[in-house]
């Protein structure tokens, strides 16, 4: 599938089937979030495959966002040790950010190659799944992905006209 | 070309042809931006694609980042009023970076896919950049993107092995 189709037919799935993800395939896509630009090449990404449907579930109850009960869950984390130390306090943890994210588009046009589906999910207790998930304080949990083969087409909702996007040169009104 | 070759064969571009892209080309970047998943669909980017020689050259003298002069920078900005108003004064900020940087992901491969190279830039002084732009108070310069057709091969820093960045249900040292 070339890159335009994959952009195109990319849309948050929120209805999954019952199919399981193989690590294979988990391993494949975290391949390529690594290729990612980072920051300076300080990789502070981690990325936690949740595949045991008891944490799934757990992390479900703590997660408003989710919907169409997900095989995976796919915490995406950095680890702000290493950003500090590399990065410098000052911007480490939007750099971070930035990475993580720029990792994260990679997974999601991979997966639709893979006909799978992605969700991003910004909206969960962060207390809570932090403990579901074992991190320790330096290890920052920036959002979640549910990931799956979907149950059925997805739909992105309209984008505004490129003209109210796009500028040439300088910034109008 | 598939999104696996896309993805392995973007590389931080250094040095580019003297070759201009079109507006055309700049829109289709554009237009596959905009199809990144957006929180609540709020799409509070702006993309300003400096192509005048006299803009490139001035935002280039204060951008230490920058290298190879490309023929055109472009500028991912975010729109902080809008992005506030809907998603909230706690969260917006952060959401806009993720978003304009999930859009950044597929502009990059899309380049891939047309022949052109990119480079992210984060090291650049804000205030001289947002002067030469034009941009009033509430729009956020989050970060710059080089982008022409490259003068030679890329070449990425090799990435850490999987075993340190994939994990499986729970976080471990």
Same mark, same amino acid.
């Given at each position: 599938m070339n890159v335009l189709d994959a952009i195109r037919e990319r849309h948050s799935i929120r209805s999954f089937t019952d199919e399981t993800v193989s690590r294979e395939t988990l391993r494949d896509l975290t391949e390529c979030a690594v290729l990612a630009p980072t920051a300076s090449n300080v990789q502070c990404w981690k990325f936690i495959a949740v595949t045991d449907p008891d944490f799934v579930r757990k992390i479900t109850l703590f997660s %408003? #966002?989710? /919907? #169409?009960? %997900?095989p995976v869950i796919l915490a995406l984390c950095t680890d702000q040790s290493i950003a500090e130390s590399r +990065?410098?306090?000052?911007?480490s943890r939007e750099l971070a950010t930035i990475d993580v994210s720029l990792a994260a588009e990679n997974i999601m046009l991979r997966a639709v190659e893979q006909g799978l589906g992605t969700c991003t999910i910004k909206s969960f207790n962060e207390e809570a799944v932090r403990a579901i998930l074992g991190l %320790? /304080?330096?290890?920052? +949990?920036e959002y979640l992905l549910a990931l799956g083969y979907p149950a059925g087409p997805g739909k992105s909702p309209a984008r505004k006209a490129i003209e109210e996007v796009l500028y040439y040169d300088t910034y109008k009104e």
């Open positions: %408003p #966002g989710m /919907s #169409g009960k %997900p +990065l410098g306090e000052t911007n %320790p /304080s330096h290890i920052r +949990l």
